[in-house]
Structures are given as structure tokens and as C-alpha cells.
């Protein structure tokens, strides 16, 4: 199945990326759980990641072969070991082969 095949389907059902996108985080900011919406315009390896101020990888959201859409993804302001992560600034990063895109969020406990 090509690319535009699968937009073709796609279509009748809803809402089809052309551009690799990461929204702003809602709410922001948060204290119990965050959610933000990332746009994949044709399916691909993603790997979704929170970073702390010194660019630690805090948290692993998403990391897996994606399919064209927008989707969702959350954080519950836990590190991938299960600990409440501190107050403070991070980073979402969305890394694709077809990009990168970070956006800021701020956790407060």
C-alpha cells in the first residue's frame, strides 16, 4: 500500500497530517498528568522522550513504529524507574527519521 493510497483511506476517517508536528501540552502547566498530540504524515519509527534542564532523558512516552494520523500521548510526571519527577522545566522530544520537534512543559507538584 503507498503513501497516498493510505491518505486516500484515510481521508473519509478524519483528520490527515501532511507535516510532522508535536502540539503544545495541555494543561501546562500540570501536576498530575499532561497530554500532548503529535502529527506522523506517513508511517515511521517514533520515539517520544521528557527531558530534564540538564537534557536527561527523564521519561520514554512512545517508542515504536507509528502510522499516519494524530496522536495522542501522556505523562504522569514519572521517570521511566517509576519516581515522581521534581517540579520544574522539561522538554518533550519527538524524534523521527522524518524530524525532530521539542515543545516545553512545566511540572508543578
Do not use: C, Q
Not at 517508542?63 to 501522556?74: K, S
Amino acid at each position: 500500500m503507498t503513501i497516498a493510497s493510505i491518505r486516500r483511506h484515510l481521508d473519509g476517517e478524519g483528520f490527515i497530517p501532511t507535516e510532522l508536528a508535536l502540539g503544545n501540552a495541555y494543561p501546562n502547566p500540570f501536576n498530575d498528568l499532561m497530554t500532548v498530540y503529535y502529527d506522523i504524515p506517513e508511517p515511521t519509527g517514533v520515539r517520544i522522550t521528557v527531558h530534564d534542564a540538564s537534557g536527561r532523558t527523564v521519561a520514554t512516552l512512545v517508542n515504536g513504529y507509528i502510522l499516519i494520523g494524530r496522536h495522542p500521548t501522556t505523562w504522569n510526571g514519572l521517570s521511566d524507574n517509576g519516581e515522581r519527577a521534581a517540579s520544574g522545566l522539561y522538554i518533550i522530544r519527538l524524534d523521527t527519521p522524518l524530524g525532530r520537534k521539542m515543545r516545553k512543559v512545566a511540572l508543578v507538584r
